[in-house]
């Protein structure tokens, strides 16, 4: 893992019970970083995008993604075979202040998967952000 961007791959490595902390250092988990994994990865604040194929065959069932993620590339969620497990992803944000790309999860054809994308926080509306703004000034 570089300070920066992870890129290394955590290939095919499980126990059940470990748990991997992101550092604030990486704002970038590049593609097939976590290659099959089983180990629960919680994502740091500083990080901003997850690349294409980045959790290809991710064996958690759930993810929380920091408020501070931007992007969410095309497959970065790949099924992989029977391996794709995550069924729900927590948004610690608002709709829309996170591009998730339409095919972010791809699963085999005539799969009948399918991921819930719950958001933490509710949609605020532009009179609102306005007043906010007002207030602040």
């Known amino acids: 893992i570089s300070k920066y961007y992870m890129t290394e791959s955590i290939n095919e490595w499980c126990a059940w019970d470990a748990k991997i902390i992101l550092p604030e250092t990486i704002t ?3 593609a097939f970083a976590v290659y099959k994994s089983c180990v629960t990865f919680v994502l740091n604040d500083g990080l901003r995008i997850i690349r294409s194929g980045a959790f ?3 064996r958690d069932i759930e993810m929380t993604i920091p408020s501070s993620v931007k992007v969410i590339e095309c497959e970065a969620f790949i099924d992989n075979k ?3 497990h995550i069924k729900k992803l927590i948004v610690d944000n608002e709709p829309g ?3 998730i ?3 972010a999860f791809v699963y085999r054809p005539n799969s009948e998967r399918s991921v819930e994308i719950v958001y933490l926080r509710p949609k605020t509306s532009w ?3 306005l007043i906010k703004k007002l207030n602040h000034n």
């Open 97 to 99: 202040a996170v591009k």
């Open 28 to 30: 970038e988990i590049g």
């Open 127 to 129: 009179f609102s952000k």
């Open 101 to 103: 790309h339409e095919r």
């Open 82 to 84: 029977d391996y794709l």
């Open 56 to 58: 290809y065959g991710y």
